[in-house]
């Protein structure tokens, strides 16, 4: 109460000090000292002020505001010193308050504090401000009391900037300006607010997209709030500018100078954090060990720019991995620690560009994609990929189109995977318009396709469809070319050929035949054919039936000769010319049906084929060559159906010494026959015909 009474007096009759002395002071009871600092405003900062004096009595100081204090608050005559202590100035204003300090006599002297105002620049919180590539307005609100100019730090000059500066404190409006990216690089730009005095108000940076995927920058999504801290940023064959992290979509980006060329050695090792990356285009190589302990990261995308790929590069990471770029040639298997993927464990990869040498040899993938533009898959790449369960493409001509080097490169060669076309698994290959050629080793040994049909093919690359098993095969109009062995160890109920058979110099026993090694029970040659190569269907061995179309005109040299189970075989009209050797060997073909058609039997056509029991010469025949039928010993008729006999290549055309043999002519013609060349030899068997 009594403090209470001393203040309210003070209030009345208090003398306020306007200089470091009052004249009255001795009336007072203190005098201070000439040295206090009476009028000067404190700083904003905060700031200590020491007061002396000389009391003739007991005092005692208070203050009004708490951002005001005094140590120490009270003493006697005695005591010649106490500090006002001012705290830091929050505002953008200027501030006043004031101390009492009352004597024991009952008088007291107020001391005004002033402080000046702190000096302002505040912004919402943001260190970075991002745009699009099409550019246009960033808009950002400001409250200031200070006059300030904006400085724009860029390589180039595509963001500006407006302001209204002010010194009152008020709310402001700065828009920066950033004209279109149409670069493939992030562009970044760091803006300083200057004040005045050339002190440094605020700053904050804003990057602009790329047109097309940046080459400069580096994005990874974590799983929590912390950002990737590499500890260095050299390395990367360019300059690290700006590293900064959105703790809300807990996305960090990396923005370089340059294009990104290199990831260092354990670049990103340890980060398990990392949930997504997205590495620059440009990019050339990642070093050994760049990415080993990310294993929160659920996906791995490798340029298409990258060459080169070091030593256990992703050791300990799985999910998905996305190779956009020529997987490069490896001299060990994944098992090795010098392979790229020692130690990691991608159960799924996508494959969108070529692939070297054991480039997944011994690894424990499960499904691999195919996209458009694979061309080229080198020696072994998936050579004892044993959890391999499916090969994937979007479509058939994507898959049809690749070339693998050997029968290790094709995923599918184990004879246990499954190829997904388009979300199911083929098991008709039935080609539509855009599949114009089937590639080297495309269907190796896959055990479930169950039918081939080619409908608009127009090439079929070696080893194409070796180790294939199905129910039948249709090869159509347009195919040009077969590869060596593209049927080798291939079993078929039933082949159609609806094309001109190639001519060959070997039989199928040759690996230089186009259907070397092929075991099929049945043929057709379809309307699309009009000639049979030499050899074209020589020594298959599993040949039982043939049915030649109308279309065709000549059977060629060799065509079906040394098929030692071929039995029957239907010429149509249409089919002229039968040449030489075409069925030579045939030894189990016991039914024939030559087209009326034919005019020529060559030589040695059928010669050997011990099981024919019976032929019928067409009536248009007017030559047979040499040694035709001969050595057909189970040969015991035989029809000529013109009336004119047909010239023979000599005396042998028919096996003379076959008591077996009867030669049925029409009757008026038995004596022409007779006596005619060639046929005298066999006169004694020439009979009249009772068809």
């Known amino acids: 109460m009594k403090n209470m009474l001393s203040y309210l007096l003070l209030i009345v009759t208090l003398l306020v000090a306007t200089s470091c002395v009052d004249k009255d002071a001795d009336n007072i009871g203190i005098t201070f000292d000439q040295s206090c600092d009476m009028t000067t405003p404190y700083a904003a900062e905060g700031e200590t002020r020491n007061y002396t004096f000389t009391a003739t009595t007991v005092w005692s100081v208070s203050t009004v505001d708490d951002w005001v204090s005094v140590e120490p608050s009270s003493g006697n005559a005695r005591n010649k010193l106490f500090s006002v202590i001012v705290d830091k100035n929050p505002l953008g204003e200027p501030r006043s308050s004031y101390i009492i300090v009352t004597m024991g006599n009952g008088h007291g002297v107020k001391i005004d504090i002033e402080q000046e105002m702190t000096p302002l620049f505040l912004r919402e919180d943001s260190t970075v401000y991002t745009i699009d590539t099409e550019g246009g307005d960033i808009d950002i609100e400001v409250s200031t009391n200070q006059e300030y100019r904006i400085s724009i730090a860029s390589p180039e000059a595509w963001l500006t900037s407006t302001v209204e500066p002010t010194r009152a404190m008020s709310d402001q409006m700065i828009t920066l300006s950033a004209s279109p990216n149409s670069s493939n690089m992030s562009r970044i730009a760091v803006v300083n607010i200057i004040g005045t005095d050339k002190s440094l108000l605020d700053s904050f940076a804003v990057i602009q997209s790329s047109a097309d995927r940046a080459v400069n920058e580096i994005v990874y999504y974590t799983d929590d709030d912390d950002t990737v801290s590499l500890g260095y940023s050299d390395g990367f064959g360019a300059t690290l500018r700006y590293h900064f992290f959105d703790t809300e979509r807990r996305c960090g980006r990396m923005v370089f100078d340059e294009a990104v060329r290199v990831i260092p050695n354990n670049g990103f090792a340890g980060f398990a954090n990392i949930t997504a990356l997205t590495l620059?285009?440009?990019?050339?190589?990642?070093?050994?060990?760049?990415?080993?302990?990310?294993?929160?990261?659920?996906?791995?995308?490798?340029?298409?720019?990258?060459?080169?790929?070091?030593?256990?590069?992703?050791?300990?990471?799985?999910?998905?991995?996305?190779?956009?770029?020529?997987?490069?040639?490896?001299?060990?298997?994944?098992?090795?620690?010098?392979?790229?993927?020692?130690?990691?464990?991608?159960?799924?990869?996508?494959?969108?560009?070529?692939?070297?040498?054991?480039?997944?040899?011994?690894?424990?993938?499960?499904?691999?994609?195919?996209?458009?533009?694979?061309?080229?898959?080198?020696?072994?790449?998936?050579?004892?990929?044993?959890?391999?369960?499916?090969?994937?493409?979007?479509?058939?001509?994507?898959?049809?189109?690749?070339?693998?080097?050997?029968?290790?490169?094709?995923?599918?060669?184990?004879?246990?995977?499954?190829?997904?076309?388009?979300?199911?698994?083929?098991?008709?290959?039935?080609?539509?318009?855009?599949?114009?050629?089937?590639?080297?080793?495309?269907?190796?040994?896959?055990?479930?396709?169950?039918?081939?049909?080619?409908?608009?093919?127009?090439?079929?690359?070696?080893?194409?469809?070796?180790?294939?098993?199905?129910?039948?095969?249709?090869?159509?109009?347009?195919?040009?070319?077969?590869?060596?062995?593209?049927?080798?160890?291939?079993?078929?109920?039933?082949?159609?050929?609806?094309?001109?058979?190639?001519?060959?110099?070997?039989?199928?026993?040759?690996?230089?035949?186009?259907?070397?090694?092929?075991?099929?029970?049945?043929?057709?040659?379809?309307?699309?054919?009009?000639?049979?190569?030499?050899?074209?269907?020589?020594?298959?061995?599993?040949?039982?039936?043939?049915?030649?179309?109308?279309?065709?005109?000549?059977?060629?040299?060799?065509?079906?000769?040394?098929?030692?189970?071929?039995?029957?075989?239907?010429?149509?009209?249409?089919?002229?010319?039968?040449?030489?050797?075409?069925?030579?060997?045939?030894?189990?073909?016991?039914?024939?049906?030559?087209?009326?058609?034919?005019?020529?039997?060559?030589?040695?056509?059928?010669?050997?084929?011990?099981?024919?029991?019976?032929?019928?010469?067409?009536?248009?025949?007017?030559?047979?060559?040499?040694?035709?039928?001969?050595?057909?010993?189970?040969?015991?008729?035989?029809?000529?159906?013109?009336?004119?006999?047909?010239?023979?290549?000599?005396?042998?055309?028919?096996?003379?010494?076959?008591?077996?043999?009867?030669?049925?002519?029409?009757?008026?013609?038995?004596?022409?026959?007779?006596?005619?060349?060639?046929?005298?030899?066999?006169?004694?068997?020439?009979?009249?015909?009772?068809?």
């Open 280 to 691: 620059p285009e440009r990019l050339q190589s990642i070093g050994n060990g760049a990415f080993t302990g990310c294993t929160g990261c659920s996906s791995f995308t490798i340029p298409s720019s990258v060459t080169q790929i070091g030593h256990a590069a992703f050791e300990g990471c799985s999910g998905v991995l996305i190779t956009e770029c020529n997987i490069p040639n490896c001299q060990t298997d994944a098992t090795n620690s010098e392979h790229w993927l020692y130690g990691s464990d991608f159960a799924n990869v996508e494959i969108r560009s070529n692939v070297g040498n054991k480039a997944f040899s011994g690894y424990a993938v499960e499904s691999v994609t195919f996209s458009d533009g694979v061309a080229t898959v080198s020696s072994d790449a998936f050579a004892n990929c044993t959890e391999l369960k499916q090969a994937k493409v979007a479509r058939l001509s994507e898959w049809c189109n690749i070339n693998f080097a050997n029968a290790e490169a094709n995923p599918l060669h184990s004879g246990n995977v499954a190829l997904i076309v388009d979300g199911e698994e083929l098991t008709t290959l039935n080609t539509t318009a855009d599949v114009k050629r089937i590639g080297k080793y495309a269907f190796y040994n896959y055990t479930k396709l169950q039918s081939i049909s080619l409908n608009d093919v127009e090439t079929i690359n070696w080893s194409a469809f070796e180790r294939c098993s199905v129910e039948s095969i249709y090869l159509g109009k347009r195919i040009a070319s077969v590869g060596l062995n593209a049927f080798n160890e291939c079993h078929a109920e039933s082949l159609t050929i609806d094309f001109n058979m190639p001519a060959f110099s070997h039989n199928a026993e040759s690996s230089n035949h186009w259907l070397c090694g092929l075991n099929v029970e049945h043929i057709t040659i379809d309307e699309g054919a009009s000639d049979i190569g030499t050899f074209a269907f020589n020594s298959l061995a599993t040949l039982k039936s043939v049915d030649v179309a109308g279309s065709v005109e000549s059977i060629g040299q060799g065509a079906f000769a040394n098929c030692p189970k071929l039995m029957n075989v239907t010429i149509d009209d249409g089919v002229k010319c039968i040449d030489e050797h075409a069925f030579y060997n045939c030894a189990e073909l016991t039914n024939i049906a030559i087209a009326q058609s034919v005019t020529t039997i060559a030589g040695y056509a059928f010669n050997g084929c011990s099981s024919l029991e019976a032929i019928t010469i067409p009536e248009q025949v007017d030559y047979i060559g040499e040694y035709a039928f001969a050595d057909c010993n189970n040969l015991e008729v035989v029809y000529c159906l013109s009336e004119s006999p047909a010239t023979l290549g000599n005396n042998y055309v028919f096996d003379a010494n076959n008591n077996s043999l009867t030669i049925y002519v029409p009757a008026s013609a038995v004596d022409a026959y007779r006596n005619a060349n060639g046929w005298r030899s066999v006169a004694n068997k020439i009979s009249a015909s009772d068809r």
